[in-house]
């Protein structure tokens, strides 16, 4: 005996001996069932290869057929959605989806289909799940925003908003966010969160087309948020490229006049009613306009004497309306002492008016600005017992707010 | 548990006994892989025979409509009635049974013609519209394709024992396209143990079926699950509701097969050829009557329910509707499986309850989609009674971790409820109602193991030492009445020694000896008081007085055990 182990049985081996007898008895039968396991070997992989083969043209057949019956359904889908029949649509779009789980664009139909269906939760949930495929995705997002809005979540309308005009978009991309943006702008303003949409518009303003049309309507959508000057750059802008654009001469006149710029206001409107006369909108306020620009004292390049007349004029002007609201309401205004505001700037009048003459005004010009001032106070009070000031009243009005800077 | 730790020195297998199981062992889990294959190119057969036969049979819409609907399920109900009949008797119900007899009582063996017919009946009785699912079939495809392998290979009658299992996890992983829910599912229900050997192999072909079935399929998940919000602590009684609604859903369904199935197996034989026909229908009437949402496997449907798609009235309904129809299919004997009807109902349901939930408390933050989700585990660990399985069935289809807790609370109401007033499980009550008595895994599960400590005695004195001389130990024992003494042996061991083999030492002239050198190098296999009682059965023979002995340290007696003891511990243990 050596001191070596049998490889297969580990029992000590003879000297010189490769295996022990056992193992080389063993031997014999083990070849028989080496010479079958090659063959089942064989045969396994072939049955397997065979199957392999089978079941390879049966899912090709299989998918071929899914994407056929998808492809229909979905056509039938459009087809449904273009003649309103909604219900039947959502189906279609449904099956389609059966056929093609992954498809994006047959899924954001069915959501499509169902917030027109008014199945409002279900789309959102449709929405959702493509919103964690694709969240960038412009059309997703702006879907997501609308619901959102619906429902009137603002915060997350609103981001779902930025998504929508940040987000990436398969045709015309710079359109498709530019109405997302005019969306979001629409939104905010419906919210009154003005500085927000202020921003936003300075945004969209920057990437708007050479389009008098979308200038138009970013300068209405500024005037809405009262920001003017802005709106007033929009208008000019769109009639540098249209002059006669009606539009837009409307709109410049109105951002104008709101800006206290009233001749400037004068001439857009003048030409607004060139091009459109029967804007009664433009009519009314040209017609302000003038007045306001009949009654300015302190307009530019007035001679003194003009001057003194409108102050007159303003004075004689206030004083009517303190007499005719009086009367209106069947009270007394000229009483001593004065008991009431209208009362006493009733008699601040008639003491100033008393002492006030063309030529004394030009002997005393800072007479201008006290008089005026009682005019405006006047005016200004004489609003809350006597109701809104019209035709040169409601002049002086926008005069005194010119002159203490607030805005029209 | 470990096995009891037998030194070096006491046993020495040759290298053959060890070489030729472990050859085995790899050659196992490489046909584990080669069953998960062929058993993944099969299924997706036979899911793809499904859809083409739905397709011709019921149309392309979804939901279909028409006259086929009521059809299609009739005629093809009455063919398959004959071919159960006539070729393939052994296709009837689901298949989680058949495997389960394969396993206990037919030493793995599962006929071919049986994956024919089970393929061919399933896939038309499911395509026509029986409200019965793809998965059971599949699970018993897989295990026929894998015993048919092993007949061919000539494995072992043990491993041909374990292959049906290993077939049909691979079966049941490709029809979910889940390969944990499928492992766990079978050795939860089929095998009832957890083993390493079979573990691997199950585990092997499970994952080599997925490969195969994505491979072909696709990677989609089996639903495409919406995100849910996080749930508040208080939702978690909302969802502990829907655990309760479950839960006795659960016991009406399998009250509903427990009552019918024998009624209709006792009908005149020629009944036979027609339940099926009779079921599918009525199943066809209810679908053309305006629920075709209940026919088939409807896993469209249970898509829909997680995206809000119904109102929980609608849910509801479907959930009754569906329990009703899976009912009717699954007693008329037409073979298909109760997974997918499972999930459907416990979709519909979950949604239901957390629908009429959240319009009684809009503030919860989970929609109805979410109680959809937990709703299919709550059902599978209610009626199938897989506890485990359906917590991790509803993370792996849902990808959704935060959903767990939920899930837990839901399915342990559920599965308590359905015990309470379902004691047997579903699948032991088929299998008794079939005439077959096959271990019950639920009922295995709770079995309590008898261990060592259960049966030994305290420590016998005197205890001998190795170093002692033979002399010294023969006065220490010659005038005790016990026989046997153990012999405490350094390096640590111990070994048995007879009084009337001392005193014949004593006469050898080995007196001076020590008794570690005179006592043979076999030490007795070192057992420890967790080990389970039936270990000791293995050596009790050998050596009748059996030290038990501390983990952390060897040379510390606990205890003593002798096959009176151990016969004692099974007595009083069974009793």
Same mark, same amino acid.
Not at chain 2, 334 to 337: I, M, Y
Not at chain 2, 530 to 535: E, G, N, R, S, Y
């Given at each position: 005996m050596s001191d070596r182990l049998c490889p297969r049985c580990g029992e000590p081996l003879a000297a010189h001996a490769a295996e022990h007898p056992n193992c080389a008895r063993r031997r014999l039968p083990g070849l028989a069932r080496w010479r079958r396991e090659p063959l089942l070997l064989i045969a396994v992989i072939a049955i397997t290869a065979g199957l392999w083969a089978i079941t390879y043209f049966l899912t090709h057949a299989y998918a071929a057929r899914q994407d056929h019956l998808a492809r229909e359904w979905f056509q039938r889908g459009q087809d449904r959605l273009k003649s309103n029949r909604l219900d039947q649509a959502v189906k279609a779009f449904q099956t389609a989806i059966v056929y093609s789980p992954d498809d994006f664009a047959y899924r954001l139909h069915l959501a499509q289909a169902l917030i027109a269906d008014q199945q409002f939760r279900q789309a959102e949930t449709y929405l959702q799940a493509l919103w964690e495929e694709e969240p960038d995705n412009g059309r997703v997002n702006l879907e997501l925003a609308r619901l959102a809005a619906a429902r009137g979540v603002f915060a997350i309308a609103v981001r779902y908003y930025h998504g929508a005009v940040y987000g990436f978009w398969n045709h015309d991309p710079a359109a498709r966010r530019r109405q997302a943006h005019l969306e979001l702008v629409q939104y905010l303003l419906q919210h009154k969160a003005m500085p927000q949409a202020e921003s936003e518009l300075i945004a969209l303003a920057a990437e708007l087309p050479r389009d008098p049309a979308w200038m138009v309507r970013v300068g209405d959508l500024f005037q809405t948020a009262g920001v003017y000057d802005r709106a007033l750059l929009e208008y000019s802008n769109a009639l540098a490229l249209d002059p006669r654009n009606p539009a837009a001469l409307a709109g410049a006149g109105q951002a104008a006049f709101q800006l206290g710029r009233y001749e400037e206001a004068r001439q857009y409107l003048r030409r607004a009613l060139a091009v459109n006369p029967r804007d009664q909108q433009s009519a009314g306020l040209l017609r302000t306009a003038d007045l306001v620009l009949q009654l300015d004292p302190f307009a530019h390049r007035l001679g003194a004497d003009e001057r003194s007349r409108r102050v007159l004029r303003d004075l004689q002007q206030a004083q009517d309306r303190l007499e005719s609201c009086a009367k209106d309401r069947g009270m007394a205004i000229d009483v001593t002492p004065p008991q009431t505001r209208l009362q006493s700037d009733y008699a601040q009048l008639l003491a100033l008016r008393r002492r006030l003459s063309v030529a004394a005004l030009r002997r005393q010009p800072e007479l201008v600005d006290t008089a005026m001032d009682l005019v405006f106070r006047a005016e200004r009070d004489a609003v809350q017992p006597c109701g809104a000031a019209t035709g040169p009243d409601h002049a002086l009005l926008l005069l005194a707010r010119r002159r203490q800077g607030e805005a029209p | 548990m470990s096995e009891p730790h037998v030194p070096a020195t006491t046993l020495a297998p040759g290298a053959a006994e060890m070489a030729q199981p472990f050859r085995e062992d790899r050659l196992f889990l490489l046909l584990a892989v080669i069953i998960g294959v062929l058993a993944g190119l099969a299924v997706v057969c036979f899911r793809v025979t499904i859809e083409f036969a739905s397709q011709y049979l019921l149309g392309s819409e979804v939901p279909p409509s028409g006259w086929r609907l009521v059809a299609a399920p009739a005629l093809i109900g009455l063919l398959v009635a004959a071919l159960v009949i006539r070729l393939f008797p052994r296709v009837r119900g689901s298949g989680v049974n058949q495997t389960k007899a394969a396993l206990y009582i037919y030493d793995g063996a599962v006929p071919f013609s049986t994956v024919i017919g089970k393929f061919l009946c399933s896939a038309l009785a499911i395509g026509s519209g029986f409200s019965l699912g793809p998965e059971d079939p599949a699970l018993q495809i897989g295990a026929g394709i894998a015993s048919a392998l092993g007949r061919q290979l000539k494995l072992s009658r043990e491993r041909m024992r374990l292959i049906a299992p290993v077939g049909a996890a691979a079966g049941l992983a490709a029809a979910f396209n889940a390969p944990i829910s499928a492992v766990l599912f079978v050795i939860e229900e089929v095998i009832g143990r957890w083993s390493a050997g079979v573990l691997g192999a199950v585990v092997l072909s499970a994952v080599a079926s997925v490969v195969v079935e994505r491979w072909f399929? %696709?990677?989609? /998940?089996?639903f495409s699950i919406p995100a849910f919000p996080t749930v508040r602590p208080g939702e978690l009684l909302a969802y502990a509701a829907l655990g309760v609604v479950g839960g006795f859903a659960s016991v009406v369904f399998a009250k509903a097969i427990q009552i019918l199935r024998p009624r209709l197996k006792a009908?005149? *034989?020629?009944?036979q050829y027609l339940q099926p026909g009779v079921a599918g229908l009525m199943i066809g009437l209810i679908g053309y009557f305006g629920m075709p949402q209940i026919m088939g496997a409807g896993y469209q449907y249970v898509d829909r329910a997680m995206h809000d798609q119904f109102t929980w009235e609608m849910l509801g309904i479907l959930a009754g509707l569906k329990i009703l129809a899976t009912t009717i299919s699954f007693v008329s004997g037409? /073979?298909?499986?109760m997974f997918a009807p499972t999930l459907f109902i416990g979709a519909m349901l979950g949604g239901a309850v957390g629908g009429l939930e959240h319009s009684i408390f809009p503030t919860l933050t989970a929609t109805s989609a979410a109680y959809a989700l937990v709703g299919i585990g709550v059902l599978f660990a209610g009626f199938l009674r897989a506890p485990m399985t359906s917590v991790f069935m509803v993370l792996e289809v849902s990808g959704n971790y935060s959903i767990i807790l939920p899930v837990i609370i839901a399915n342990a109401i559920a599965y308590l409820i359905s015990r309470t007033f379902q004691p047997v499980p579903i699948f032991d009550l088929l299998s008794r109602q079939d005439g077959i008595d096959l271990p019950s895994m639920e009922e295995e599960r709770e079995v309590s193991v008898l261990r060592l400590e259960n049966a030994m005695q305290p420590p016998p004195d005197p205890v001998l030492l190795g170093s002692q001389t033979v002399q010294e130990a023969l006065q220490r024992v010659e *005038?005790?009445?016990? %026989?046997m003494f153990l012999v405490r042996r350094s390096p640590p061991g111990w070994s048995l020694l007879r009084k009337e083999e001392l005193a014949k030492m004593a006469s050898l002239g080995k007196g001076e000896m020590t008794l570690d050198s005179v006592l043979p190098a076999r030490r007795i296999p070192l057992l420890h008081p $967790?080990?389970?009682? $039936?270990?000791a059965m293995h050596y009790v023979y050998d050596w009748p007085l059996l030290p038990v002995v501390h983990r952390a340290d060897l $040379?510390?007696?606990e205890g003593v055990v002798t096959m009176e003891d151990i016969l004692h511990a099974y007595r009083t243990g069974t009793e």
């Open positions: - | 399929l %696709g990677f989609a /998940p089996l009908m005149p *034989h020629w009944t037409t /073979p298909g499986g *005038h005790l009445p016990a %026989g $967790d080990h389970p009682l $039936d270990t $040379d510390r007696l």
